[in-house]
C-alpha cells in the first residue's frame, strides 16, 4: 500500500511502501536508521541485519544523502520520538543514486547555505518553516473567508507609488513609466467601494538598500481593505486576525514549532484585546529608558521598536503617529491634524513590525491638497481621487508582512528564511 509519511498514523501495524528520500543516516554492524523525508514529514526506518535480506540490509548501509527511493516497511509505534511512528524496513528500491550533496550534517555558514537555497529548503528546519508559512496563508484565507471578506487581486505593474517614491523598481512599460507594487492598497481602495470588504495576498517589491534582518526585497503582504470602518474597527479586526493566525499555527504546527524549539508560552498568550500606546506616549517611554536621541517628530528604528516592545507580553499598537512621518492617504485626526489616525503593530521579543494600517481620507479636497504636499503627479491619482467623488465613505485598511510574521512565530533570525527564494540586496541567486 503506497502512503505518505503524514498518512502512516492510519497504517500501524501495516505493511507500506513511501516514495522519499535519505535525509540522513546512520548504522552499525547489526542496524541501520535512516531519516527518511518524503515532504509530507520525516520518519526515522530501522532497517534490522536479521530481519531483511543480506542485500538489503548491504544496499541500506550503503545508501547515499538524498538518494531517492522506495521504502518498504511496516509501520510501528515509537514513542521515543516527536512523531510518534517508525518504520521496520523490509526492502528499498532506489529511484535516483545521489552523489556527494552538498549539504551534509555539519555545520555551513549562511551564505554557502543561501548559494544552496534551492537544496537547503529540503531541510527540517526549513520544512518546519515553510509548513508554518503555509499554515499562515490558510488561517488567513479562513479569517477574510469566514468574516464576509471578498479576495481581490491588485495589479503588479502599476503607475503610482502609495508607500513614497523612494523605493520604486522602475521599469519600462512599452512606452510608458511603470513601478512593480509597492502595496496594493489604492487599488484595494477601490475594491473596497464595490465589494464592502476585501483582502489581497500578494507579493511587494522595495528597492529598499536596507541590510537588517526584517528587509526583504521583495516580501508578500496581506492587505484588508474595509468600507465603513473607522481607526477603532481596524484596530479590532487586526488584534482579531493576528490571534487567530498565531493560535492556529499552535494547533495545526505543534510539531513543526518543537522542530524550530520555539517557546510556545509566549505565542499562547496571543489573544485579543491588544495593548495600545500612543506615538506620544512611546516617545516618553523611550525616554525613561534611556533613549535621550529620540523626540518628537523622530521615527522609530529597530532598537526603539524592540524597547516598547518589551514593556509588554502581547504585541502591541503604537498609534497616532505625526503626520509627516507617514503615507499621504492616511487621514489627520479632526482633533489634533498633526498626528494621523494609524497603527503599526509591534510584534514581541524584537521582532518589529508586522502590520502597518490606519484610516484613510475620504475627503476629496483633504485627500488633493495631501497629493500636492507630497509632490506627487495628480494625473497618476486622478481614478484614486475619483473615489471621493462617488459616494466616498470613511475607510480603513492594513497590511500584514507574511515575512516578518512568519519569523516571530517560528521564532527565527532572520526573514531569509521565512521566504522560499529571498530576494535580498546582494542576492538574486538562486
Ligand atoms: O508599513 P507598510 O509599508 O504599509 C503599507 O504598505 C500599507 N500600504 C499597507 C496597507 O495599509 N494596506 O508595510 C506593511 C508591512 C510592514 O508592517 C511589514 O510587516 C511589511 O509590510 N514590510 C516588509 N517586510 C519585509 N521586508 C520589507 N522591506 C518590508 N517593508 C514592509
Ligand atoms: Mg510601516
Known amino acids: 500500500m503506497k502512503t505518505t509519511i503524514s498518512n502512516v498514523k492510519n497504517h500501524v501495524g501495516e505493511q507500506v511502501t513511501i516514495g522519499c528520500w535519505l535525509a540522513n ?10 531519516q527518511l523525508r518524503d515532504g509530507t514529514g520525516f520518519i526515522q526506518g530501522v532497517v534490522e541485519k536479521s530481519k531483511v535480506d543480506e542485500e538489503i540490509f548491504k544496499k541500506a548501509k550503503q545508501l547515499t544523502q538524498e538518494s531517492s527511493l522506495y521504502v518498504t516497511g511496516v509501520v510501528r509505534v515509537d514513542e521515543r520520538s516527536p512523531f510518534g511512528y517508525e518504520l521496520g524496513v523490509e526492502n528499498i528500491e532506489i529511484i535516483h543514486e545521489a552523489s556527494d550533496y552538498p549539504i551534509t550534517p555539519k555545520e555551513h555558514g549562511t551564505e554557502f547555505l543561501m548559494d544552496n537555497r534551492h537544496l537547503w529548503l529540503r531541510s527540517k528546519r526549513q520544512h518546519a518553516i515553510m509548513k508554518v508559512r503555509n499554515e499562515l496563508i490558510r488561517a488567513t484565507y479562513e479569517f477574510f473567508n469566514d468574516q464576509g471578506f471578498v ?33 496594493g492598497q489604492l487599488y484595494m481602495e477601490a475594491a473596497a467601494m464595490a465589494l464592502g470588504k476585501v483582502f489581497s495576498f500578494g507579493p511587494t517589491f522595495r528597492a529598499e538598500k536596507s541590510k537588517t534582518r526584517r528587509h526583504l526585497i521583495e516580501f508578500w503582504m496581506i492587505e484588508p481593505e474595509m ?34 524549539e520555539r517557546d510556545i508560552s509566549k505565542l499562547e498568550q496571543v489573544v ?8 506620544d506616549d512611546a516617545i516618553a517611554l523611550l525616554h525613561k529608558k534611556g533613549f535621550n536621541d529620540i523626540a518628537w517628530g523622530d521615527d522609530f528604528g529597530s532598537p ?31 482633533n489634533r491634524p498633526e498626528v494621523v489616525l494609524c497603527a503599526d503593530l509591534i510584534a514581541p521579543e524584537g521582532y518589529g513590525e508586522i502590520i502597518g494600517g490606519s484610516e484613510r481620507i475620504h ?6 491638497k495631501r497629493l500636492e504636499e507630497h509632490h506627487l503627479d495628480e494625473a497618476a491619482y486622478k481614478w484614486y481621487l475619483e473615489l471621493r467623488q462617488y459616494g466616498s465613505v470613511p475607510h480603513s485598511g492594513f497590511g500584514l508582512g507574511l515575512e516578518r510574521t512568519v519569523a516571530w512565530i517560528c521564532g527565527i533570525e532572520h526573514v531569509r528564511e521565512t521566504i522560499p527564494f529571498p530576494r535580498l540586496l546582494n542576492r538574486l541567486y538562486p
Open 272 to 279: 485579543p484585546p491588544f495593548p495600545k500606546i500612543t506615538y
Open 25 to 34: 543516516k546512520r548504522s552499525s554492524g547489526k542496524i541501520a536508521f535512516l
Open 363 to 368: 475627503d476629496y479636497h483633504l485627500l488633493k
Open 151 to 183: 479576495k481581490v487581486d491588485p495589479p503588479i505593474l502599476t503607475g503610482s507609488a502609495p508607500e513614497g517614491t523612494t523605493e520604486l523598481f522602475h521599469t519600462k512599460y512599452f512606452d510608458e513609466d511603470a513601478y512593480l507594487s509597492q502595496s
Open 304 to 334: 526603539h521598536e524592540t524597547a516598547i516592545a518589551e514593556s509588554f507580553d502581547k504585541p502591541v499598537f503604537i498609534t497616532h503617529y505625526p503626520t509627516s512621518l507617514k503615507p499621504f492617504y492616511m487621514q489627520p485626526d479632526p
Open 227 to 260: 468600507a465603513f470602518y473607522q481607526f477603532e474597527d481596524n484596530l479590532q479586526l487586526q488584534e482579531q486576525y493576528v490571534s487567530h493566525i498565531v493560535q492556529s499555527v499552535l494547533k495545526n504546527c505543534s510539531l513543526e514549532l518543537k522542530t524550530l
